[in-house]
């Protein structure tokens, strides 16, 4: 076995996770991710932990949204309730043959579902704000996500693994430092109250009023790399170009343009895909807001490889989220949907706070 996935699997268990002994662990990812899946395993049941594996099979998705009725598409199974409701952690396990299975599926059914699945959601996002079930989320190189970074599978394996074992030979130190690297950022935010974003095409300012920004430091994704926030839900005026594509489900909008009023989406194009676009705004009450705004920081994902994991912690970039904010911030946003849109801030692009620049060209100004 590739040593790098057994030092994933313990930096997972160990330090995003944190597994104690009597913890009840939901585990999830396709097949193909089924060498990690292996070692978190192992690693779960030498941390004291009780697993419990379900595998995704390639397709099924595809199969519910082709044949199943509306009252199927919104039935919940008992067991998958009990998992959110009552377990300690979760670990899900990317790792896709085909990213692009749902890429024919109707809109219209995709938010029919997410709509069916809000108060799942919403008990997910709430037992996370207040520490009852902690969660992490990681991807398995496969071949599928390799072509869409346009890179070999070997050299896909070099960008995974470099970006979440950034020191091979001490993992949890590495993530230790790095977070109190980024409690300094919070630490500056904290009070703040306006923030604006100048960029290409691009003029928006927001409230975060009141808001706590979270230091993403690799307990809820691996790798992280980003300091997030809630903005204050009608705060928000002006107008965003998204300089890359924004990938939900399976389905890439490019080009996607939004103008705000009063923290609403009152206009939005896409250069590909609109029809997407317009249909996920129009899900429920809360996808027209934004979510969540933040700063990404890890300087060792540099490209845009069409995978959020990675994308939306590209050093350089900020990037926002329609729909579902975190309830740990502030945000009182909610939604069943929560899309993350990115932006490339290294070639022009400014965030200025309470009337001080904090970020030019891709880099703090302010030394921290």
Same mark, same amino acid.
């Given at each position: ?113 997410? &709509?069916?699945? !809000?108060?799942?959601? =919403? ?6 704000? $207040?520490?009852?079930? %902690?969660? +992490? @989320? ?38 230790? &430092?790095?977070? !109190?690297?980024?409690? =300094? ?6 009070? $703040?109250?306006?923030? %604006?974003? +100048? @960029? ?56 996607i343009r939004l103008w705000f009023e009063q923290g609403r989406v009152v206009k939005a194009t896409a250069e590909k895909n609109e029809e997407f676009l317009l249909e996920m705004l ?87």
């Amino acid at each position: 076995m590739d040593i790098r996935i057994e030092k994933l699997a313990d930096l997972l268990v160990n330090y995003s996770v944190a597994i104690q002994p009597g913890d009840k662990v939901f585990i999830q990812g396709e097949p193909t991710a089924a060498p990690l899946i292996r070692a978190v395993y192992r690693k779960v049941l030498e941390a004291g932990g009780h697993p419990l594996v379900v595998p995704i099979l390639p397709g099924l998705d595809e199969l519910m949204y082709k044949y199943g009725s509306d009252e199927q598409l919104g039935f919940i199974p008992e067991p998958m309730q009990t998992i959110v409701e009552t377990y300690d952690a979760q670990i899900r396990i990317l790792g896709t043959e085909n990213t692009k299975s749902l890429s024919g599926v109707d809109p219209a059914r995709m938010a029919l579902q997410a &709509r069916a699945h !809000a108060p799942l959601f =919403k008990t997910f996002m709430e037992r996370s704000a $207040k520490g009852e079930l %902690r969660w +992490v @989320g990681t991807l398995f190189p496969t071949n599928a996500h390799a072509q869409d970074a346009e890179m070999s599978l070997g050299e896909y394996e070099d960008f995974v693994y470099g970006a979440c074992l950034p020191d091979l030979d001490d993992p949890i130190g590495y993530w230790q &430092r790095f977070s !109190a690297w980024q409690q =300094k950022i919070i630490a500056w935010l904290d009070g $703040k109250e306006h923030v %604006r974003i +100048v @960029g290409p095409e691009t003029e928006v300012e927001l409230s975060i009023a009141g808001r706590k920004f979270i230091n993403s430091d690799g307990h809820h994704n691996m790798p992280s790399g980003e300091v997030f926030t809630g903005p204050v839900e009608d705060s928000v005026e002006g107008h965003v170009y998204f300089s890359y594509p924004a990938i939900h489900r399976g389905r890439e909008v490019s080009g996607i343009r939004l103008w705000f009023e009063q923290g609403r989406v009152v206009k939005a194009t896409a250069e590909k895909n609109e029809e997407f676009l317009l249909e996920m705004l129009d899900t429920d009450a809360g996808s027209r807001y934004l979510g969540e705004f933040a700063i990404g920081t890890n300087t060792n994902i540099s490209r845009f490889t069409r995978q959020i994991l990675f994308d939306e912690k590209i050093g350089g970039s900020f990037h926002m989220a329609i729909g579902a904010g975190y309830p740990e911030t502030g945000s009182r946003n909610v939604s069943s949907i929560h899309w993350d849109m990115i932006c490339d801030m290294r070639h022009g692009g400014e965030i200025w706070v309470d009337g001080e620049l904090l970020y030019r060209d891709g880099d703090f100004v302010i030394e921290f």
